[in-house]
């Protein structure tokens, strides 16, 4: 079903959680939220969940609407049919793994035979058949995870949230578990909404994602909408863009790296008051492998050796560093305190502003590093 947000805010005391938020998710959609930690995408979900009650704001299922500040309209949580699934997986230890997912059907008083089928089809669906009878504490971290989320869809919500759900989990498992929660949602055609702060868990798991900061959406669109064209700096940042550099505007296309003489040539740009190019490590080659864009010169700072790659810090005139990928196929040839001729293709480059200008300036932090988060 789908869901709807209008004009949502959310204060603790004088702490603003969100920020007038519309959203709107569409049937069968999935949306993740993404955002650093505390820019209020727990807050946003326990609003839409009954958790929380609003400042203001108006949110809608389908038909049925769950709030309306106005009309004084708050339907409370276990009437909203929302399945819901958190970092801490919340199973009953105690119980088997058929008791965990059959409990909230016992609530509803489903009968018997129809719960069964219910929650073995469930269980089915999230590869857990064969574990029905084992106690839920002798699973691992990922089974436990696949029986709360079970739990939930054996509800058969009009609508999921999930919020952190593999953030517990070892690399690998969380890894596993994205592609089969992709799966589920795909199959059950389930409108959710996911909340994360791992940039590659949004990119394989939404439709679309809203990009978040101070409690309010900055950026919302599909995954490689957003990764290919962040609005701000900031975003770009966030999404693992590795060079950030600041930059001065020259003209339409040239703008100048901050206190240097370097010039690049740059695809046009919108003049904003701070401006960043942003560029990624990937994008950078080395001189001799390729022709036109922008000729730099640049002295090796470090080289970080990971086997199959190689990170080069290196600094430019002026001092700014930027992170350079070298592969086996092409190495960079130099080590620390030597130069290295690089070249940066024009379209390699976005010159963004620092921030999207909707956002509130006091406490925007800025980015303070000149270039390079290496790793
Ligand atoms: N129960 C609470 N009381 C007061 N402030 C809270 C409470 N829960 C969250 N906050 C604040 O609201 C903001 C958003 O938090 P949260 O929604 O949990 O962020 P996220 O999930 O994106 O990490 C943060 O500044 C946080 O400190
Ligand atoms: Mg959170």
Known sequence: ???????LTLQYGDNVAVR??????????????????????TSTMRCIAGLETPTTG???????????????????SHRRNIGMVFQSYAIWPHMTVFENVAFPLTMQR?????????????LELVGLAEFADRGASKLSGGQMQRVALARSVVMQPSIMLLDEPLSNLDARLRHRL?????????????????????QEEALALADRIAMMQHGRIVQIGAPDEIYNR?????????????????????????VRVAGSELTL????????????????????LVAEDATGGNEITATVVTREF?????????????????????SKHRPLHAGAGQEVRLRIAVDAIQVLPLDVDDSPRADVPTIAHQAVSVG
């Open 1 to 7: 079903m789908q869901i709807t947000v209008e004009g």
């Open 20 to 41: 007038d938020m519309d959203l709107t998710i569409g049937e069968g959609e999935s949306v993740v939220l993404l955002g650093q930690s505390g820019c209020g995408k």
């Open 58 to 76: 108006r949110i809608t299922v389908g038909e049925r609407v769950l709030f309306d500040a106005a009309k004084g309209i708050n339907r409370p």
């Open 110 to 122: 489903t009968g018997k035979a129809d719960a069964r089928r219910r929650v073995m089809e469930t």
């Open 178 to 198: 994205r592609g089969d929660l992709r799966e589920l949602q795909q199959q059950l055609g389930l409108t959710s909404v996911y909340v994360t702060h791992d």
């Open 230 to 254: 962040p609005r701000s700096a900031s975003i770009a940042d966030f999404l693992g863009v590795g060079n950030i550099i600041e930059v001065e505007p020259v003209d339409a296309t040239h």
């Open 265 to 284: 040539q740059v695809p046009a740009y919108e003049r904003a008051p701070e401006l960043r190019a942003c560029i990624r490590g990937e994008d950078i």
């Open 306 to 326: 990971l086997g199959a790659s190689a990170i080069y810090r290196v600094e430019l005139p002026g001092g700014a560093q930027l992170e350079v990928y070298g």
